[in-house]
């Protein structure tokens, strides 16, 4: 017995830090969105119990200290189930990028076991089991685009921004997103993005409104550490993105579009200044 499932990547369309709570996490407001950029899970049923992990890519653990693995003991360990899995994982999302590629592994992770072990959990017990796993695997489970709110946990949908093209692209810079929150100071944020009118554009399936209202501020600390990055943001916007937003604490950078020959024309532009250029849909 085998499934297969796929774990798209996530940017967000703002991302604003309200506070430092007591705990030490960061109080944030998120707007996500996912695009077809996606890495592929193959799950099989293995005649033994164990908990196998194998990848194409060499830069990533294999073992505990993956993502998706992490979701497999845990799925184990909670329901007691003694069968065995084989986990296959096609990379395709890059790396430590702020795309959130190891949460959406561990989100697909769980849908394929639930499926594969017919275990029957429902999305709300799903979403329980993400969120002991991290931040942001909720809303993997969940999909769709979704204000987030707290830690990242506390879900509200939204309905899908107009279908549009998502040029993305990473710099070879290694962003931890621990160090772009500790180095994170309110004070350096000159202007907040609005919740409020992000929201507003989304429900009004307007594009250029969406496009006026993108905002990260966490781009006040990545953008500071790794000039690279905004100059990234620069090309895009010269070779005729409408709007263009570091995603996550980066270092990945993406540039919205209508038109499908646009994307090309920026992909094709972007291609000479980094390695890791990729053209994707918005999913709607
Ligand atoms: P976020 O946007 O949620 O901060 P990210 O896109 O910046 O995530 P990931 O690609 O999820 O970062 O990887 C961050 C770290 O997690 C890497 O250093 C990697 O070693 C580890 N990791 C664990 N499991 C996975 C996985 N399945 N895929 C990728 N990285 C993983």
């Known amino acids: ?58 830069n990533i653990p294999l073992d505990e200290r993956n993502l998706a693995y ?30 959130a590629g190891g949460s959406s592994d561990a989100a697909a992770a769980l849908r394929g076991l639930n499926r594969l072990w017919n275990l029957n959990l429902s999305p709300g017990e799903l979403t329980g089991l993400a969120a002991e796993l991290g931040s942001d695997v909720p809303y993997c489970v969940r999909g769709g685009t979704a204000i987030a709110r707290g830690r990242g946990e506390k879900l509200e949908p939204l309905p899908s921004p107009p279908p549009c093209w998502v040029v993305l692209a990473k710099p070879p810079i290694n962003v931890s997103t621990a160090e772009v929150y500790g180095r994170f100071r309110p004070e350096k944020v000159e202007r907040h993005p609005s919740l409020e009118r992000m929201v507003r554009a989304i429900r009004a399936g307007s594009f250029g409104d969406i496009c006026a209202e993108l905002g990260n501020v966490l781009e006040t600390v990545t953008l500071e550490l790794h000039p690279e990055v905004r100059r990234l943001k620069e090309i895009m916007r010269k070779l005729g993105a409408d ?9 990945t950078v993406f540039g919205l579009t209508a038109k499908e020959t646009k994307a090309a024309r920026i992909y094709n532009g972007l291609r000479g200044f980094c390695k890791d250029v990729f053209v994707a849909r918005m999913l709607t």
Do not use: C, F, W
């Open 1 to 58: 017995m085998r499934v297969y499932e796929r774990a798209p990547a996530k940017i967000n369309l703002l991302l604003d830090v309200l506070r430092k709570r007591e705990d030490g996490y960061h109080e944030i407001e998120m707007v996500m969105t996912m695009v077809d950029l996606a890495d592929r899970l193959e799950l099989e049923e293995l005649p033994r119990d164990a908990i196998e992990l194998t990848s194409q890519t060499g």
């Open 70 to 99: 992490q979701a497999a003991r845990l799925i184990k360990d909670r329901y007691g189930v003694k069968k065995g899995v084989r986990i296959h994982l096609d990379k395709r999302i890059p790396v430590a990028a702020g795309l």
């Open 243 to 251: 709007g263009v937003l570091m995603s996550g604490s980066g270092p």
